[in-house]
């Protein structure tokens, strides 16, 4: 493992923003830590970056404890989230800056300043000033003020953060391409799921200063293996007596029962529903266009949850009356979460 | 909102939108009346009295005023005070905004607040204070006086307490410079392996020299008019002890009118020349900042 964090905590007065954080990241992968604000995600980067110190554990960057190596030597590029470029540098300053302070000499620090500046697609601005730029722009300035001295790992505080919506789509892919193509070890912190998702090899999911899951997006999405993480993704909502449903397994004691708009599917009355059987009847409480698919929210047996119907199908109406069949369920317990499948589909497949 | 909501707004905001803020005609007259009349008698009025006090029987007994021995050397000292006052000041003033903005720490508010000290307590107090520190009732008067370094009655209590009453002047224009700034360029330049005093010259001195050019001006205009605190501990020794604005008081004690508003007007043309540096330095600062 190319980073390692064994047990490291950290307290603020009496807020633990890390409670025993456990994680391995592998070289070359872009990893997000995702959780909700306070979760402890921007304290273990500014750990790994060493502009915070750990109160135990230990951190490992390629082999070696840095707990006592100042940030300056640890090798690792930092991006704030605020961005941090110094206002009364020009764009060529701001990113030569750190190759000054290394005393390379005149015309390798133009030369490098140079490539990164066509790296980031920013040729003509060199003499331009911070605030006479666009928050993309300052966003890939930062980019490439962190990536002048060569590091090795690449830390990004909510990158994205302050950038409006089209601009961030753009950057999000540029960002990974470019992670990638130069072979940097890069660890973004984020609180959106979907840029996490979207951007990372790997995601840890951060929840009260602990480390509730890590994997790939898919594996964290389809099998959460804690309450949390099955309540964090996606657009979840919860039943209130899911054995109300047909056909799932009872489990004795559970604290929620979470469903997600894919496990849900809704027919119109016309419709044919394979499973009809083990489909309860709803109603249509509010249609919404979503742009690649219309958003339903139906109350069923008490309930209140949303479900999805692609553009193509028939249309629902507000107060229509529609057959709900749930393929899934997340039925938590503790901290546990447990999957469960609806028989109906189970036992079709069993026949076949 | 929908468009038709957002057209009704801006004709709305359309109107003229002083007539909404600002009341009626009748109300500013009044107002800018009253603040002329006001800058008028309090301030425009004496100063035309001190010039024409100073200058009433001629410009030759003015320059014998002016040039007088005891006032020259009064001169001297007010301006060696100052530039003590401002050096020292700008020095811990630059530490402390600094320790308070960048560090957690405890007793942090309370520095804050000691820092403010000077401004709100009586000068009369604070000399009256060093007088109790270092004279003669004093612990360690008895090992001053075996150096033969002289607090009280002596050009040290007189810097001491112009130091005392300037203090807070520059530390105040600094810290809401460096706390709105925060700590994230210095971070950033940390990081990239800058020390200390390279991250203060490259990254923090930029961002506060406009505040911190303008709190040197008000420390030194401070300085040079301190009359009570200094007035204590001076023991107006003339020639020796005594500052500008002590001497104004000697002179106008002794009736001697025309040397007093004399000496007086050295300190109008320096107050005003500290006047045209000061907006100098916020016109100059002004412009960066929109930069």
Redesign the interface.
């Known amino acids: 493992m190319y980073i390692e964090l064994k047990n490291i905590n950290k307290s603020y007065g009496d807020f633990k923003a890390s409670d025993n954080v456990n994680l391995e990241i592998e070289k070359g992968r872009l990893v997000a830590l995702l959780g909700p604000s306070g979760s402890g995600k921007t304290t273990i980067l500014r750990m790994i ?3 915070e110190r750990p109160d135990s554990g230990e951190i490992i960057i390629d082999g070696k404890v840095v707990n006592d190596i100042p ?3 640890r090798g ?3 991006v ?1 989230q ?1 961005y ?5 540098m020009t764009v060529f300053d701001n990113i030569a ?2 190759l000054k ?2 005393k390379m000499n005149k015309a390798a620090i133009k030369e490098r300043v140079t490539e990164l500046i066509k790296l980031i697609g920013l040729e003509g601005f060199e003499n331009r ?1 911070p ?1 006479q730029l666009s928050g993309g722009q300052r966003q890939r300035v930062a980019f490439a ?1 962190a990536l002048a ?1 060569n590091p090795q790992v690449l830390l990004l505080d909510e990158p994205f953060a302050a950038i409006d919506a089209k601009v961030r789509q753009e950057l999000r892919k540029w960002l990974k391409d470019m992670i990638h193509k130069l072979g940097v070890t890069g660890i973004f912190v984020t609180h959106d799921q979907d840029e996490a998702i979207e951007v990372s090899d790997e995601i840890i999911v951060t929840n009260k200063g602990r480390v509730e899951q890590s994997g790939t997006p898919i594996d964290i999405y389809r099998n959460p293996t804690t309450a949390f993480t099955s309540a964090f993704f996606g657009v979840t909502s919860e039943l209130k007596d899911y054995k109300a449903f047909k056909s799932f397994d009872e489990v004795d004691e559970y604290d929620r029962a979470i469903v997600r708009p894919e496990f849900v599917k809704i027919t119109k009355k016309s419709e044919v529903q394979k499973y009809k059987s083990s489909a309860v009847e709803g109603r249509v409480e509010t249609v919404e266009f979503r742009g690649n698919s219309i958003e339903i929210t139906v109350s069923c047996n008490g309930s209140i949850f949303s479900a999805r119907r692609s553009l193509d199908e028939p249309a629902v109406e507000v107060g229509e009356t529609v057959d709900v069949f749930i393929y899934r369920i997340f039925i938590t317990h503790g901290d546990s979460v447990k999957l469960l499948k609806n028989n109906a589909v189970r036992e079709e497949t069993v026949v076949i | 909102m929908s468009a038709e909501n957002k057209q009704v707004i801006s004709r709305e905001g359309s109107t003229d939108i002083h007539a909404q803020t600002a009341g009626s005609k009748a109300v500013k007259y009044i107002l800018i009346t009253l603040s002329v009349v006001f800058l008028f008698v309090m301030l425009v009025m004496p100063l035309i009295t001190v010039i024409y006090e100073a200058f009433r029987k001629g410009l030759v007994p003015y320059l014998e005023a002016v040039s007088d021995p005891d006032t020259i050397s009064a001169l001297l000292l007010t301006l060696e005070a100052t530039v003590i006052a401002v050096v020292i000041n700008t020095v811990f003033g630059l530490f402390a905004a600094w320790a308070i903005s960048k560090f957690r720490f405890h007793g942090k508010k309370l520095l804050v607040t000691l820092i403010d000290l000077p401004v709100t307590v009586s000068p009369i107090i604070a000399g009256l204070i060093f007088v109790l520190t270092f004279g003669r009732q004093s612990a360690i008067y008895p090992f001053l006086e075996s150096i033969d370094f002289m607090v009280v009655y002596a050009v040290p209590g007189i810097i001491l307490a112009t130091v005392f009453v300037t203090f807070p002047f520059i530390s105040r224009e600094i810290l809401p410079v460096l706390e709105a700034q925060g700590t994230d360029e210095e971070e950033a330049a940390a990081l990239m392996g800058t020390k200390g005093f390279t991250i203060f010259r490259r990254i923090t001195l930029p961002h506060i020299k406009w505040a911190l050019l303008y709190g040197i001006v008000l420390c030194a205009a401070r300085a040079m008019g301190e009359f009570g605190a200094v007035s204590v501990l001076s023991g107006h020794l003339r020639g020796k002890t005594v500052t500008l604005p002590l001497q104004v008081e000697i002179l106008f004690g002794d009736n001697k009118f025309m040397p007093a508003f004399a000496v007086s007007s050295i300190l109008v043309v320096l107050a005003i020349v500290i006047l045209i540096v000061r907006s100098i330095v916020e016109y100059i600062g002004k412009r960066r900042g929109e930069k």
């Open positions: 970056a060493g502009l940030a300056s030597e690792i590029g930092f704030f605020s941090a470029l110094f206002r009364y800056f750190g302070v290394r000033y605030s003020r001295p």
